[in-house]
């Protein structure tokens, strides 16, 4: 019988005053994932879901960098180039301020990269955009810049040659709008899944998880909407396990909005019902929370949740990089 991981990206939270002082996870009506989740426990979450998944599904944290695994999980070339995760952002009063809501401009932002991409000829650039004006640009490039990362503002760091001499003109065409690299580097020797899970199929709207499953060589589709995800994440199961990646409850906290974390989270339970009530191994879980009244990503321990008997007492602690072998035990 196969196995279906499900992360829900961010989860975890504080309690939110909105929410009558509840977390949005206690506040959610998800009557499936109460049903079937009697075994519950926790493990220590990650500051970011690379950092998390990689360690959950090899235990070890990531020797590629995001910006590298993303180009893999976007399918771009990687052989003797650099990768730079591009973000959103706004840069202002000698600041870095991570847009998300990006989704609001997005549609300029990106025609605006592209415009100015004629910048890094001489480096053979490639790029690819996800979701809201996200990117992964790689080039034939040796400049590994050290720059600040989201979710918190960030005094603004310059990037270094033409790569930050596009990322200004971008901002000048647009009030100080553009896409800011980070997570930038080269391929490194990736590390070993678990070889318990056998191949697995992962499936998300985002290119960080399904970069770490490129990595060990397994299937990975990328699927922008969310409700298309549950029907292919079914078919899947019927060729071995599968990771299914609900990365809008991660966003909607950095959007600072607990009711449409409230929200999606029962909607993903509506989901699950429809397409797995007859599946017999669910294992649901978190890697990190993610605030929904500072937008911020918070370290604390997190829950994995299973519909079947782990043989560990409800409530225990387990490090990260033990679950997984716990859970494929039995």
């Not at 930050?164 to 709008?177: K, P, Q, T, W």
């Not at 959007?255 to 007859?278: A, C, T």
């Not at 829950?303 to 409800?314: Q, V």
């Amino acid at each position: 019988m196969s196995t279906l991981f499900v992360l829900l990206d961010g989860a975890s939270d504080n309690p939110v005053p909105q929410l009558d002082g509840k977390t949005p996870m206690d506040y959610a009506d998800m009557p499936f994932l109460e049903s079937v989740t009697e075994h519950t426990g926790v493990t220590d979450g990650r500051g970011y879901t690379h950092l998390f998944l990689n360690e959950f599904f090899t235990g070890e944290p990531p020797s590629i960098p995001r910006a590298a695994l993303e180009a893999l999980g976007l399918g771009l070339s990687m052989e003797d180039r650099t990768a730079y995760r591009l973000s959103p952002a706004v840069i202002r009063n000698g600041m870095i301020e991570w847009a998300y809501n990006a989704h609001e401009f997005c549609d300029v932002l990106v025609p605006k990269v592209r415009e100015k991409l004629w910048m890094l000829d001489e480096y053979n650039p490639e790029i690819d955009f996800f979701l809201n004006g996200r990117a992964v640009l790689t080039m034939e490039c040796d400049d590994v810049p050290d720059l600040p990362s989201p979710p918190i503002p960030a005094p603004f760091v310059e990037v270094p040659g033409r790569l930050g001499d596009m990322v200004m003109a971008v901002a000048e065409d647009l009030n100080g709008i553009t896409n800011y690299p980070w997570g930038c580097g080269r391929l490194e020797t990736p590390s070993k899944p678990y070889s318990c899970l056998g191949k697995m199929t992962a499936i998300s709207d985002s290119p960080t998880p399904l970069g770490i499953f490129a990595s060990f060589g397994h299937d990975f589709r990328l699927i922008q909407d969310m409700e298309d995800r549950f029907p292919a994440a079914k078919n899947a199961l019927k060729k071995g396990n599968v990771f299914l990646h609900m990365d809008e409850v991660d966003e909607y906290s950095h959007q600072r909005d607990p009711m449409k974390k409230v929200g999606v989270l029962e909607r993903i339970d509506e989901l699950m019902e429809e397409h797995f009530s007859d599946q017999e191994r669910i294992v649901y879980f978190v890697d990190h929370g993610t605030s929904c009244v500072t937008g911020e990503h918070l370290i604390m321990k997190v829950p994995f949740m299973t519909s079947f008997d782990i043989g560990l007492e409800n409530g225990s602690y387990i490090p990260t990089a033990e679950v997984v072998p716990a859970v494929m035990r039995r």
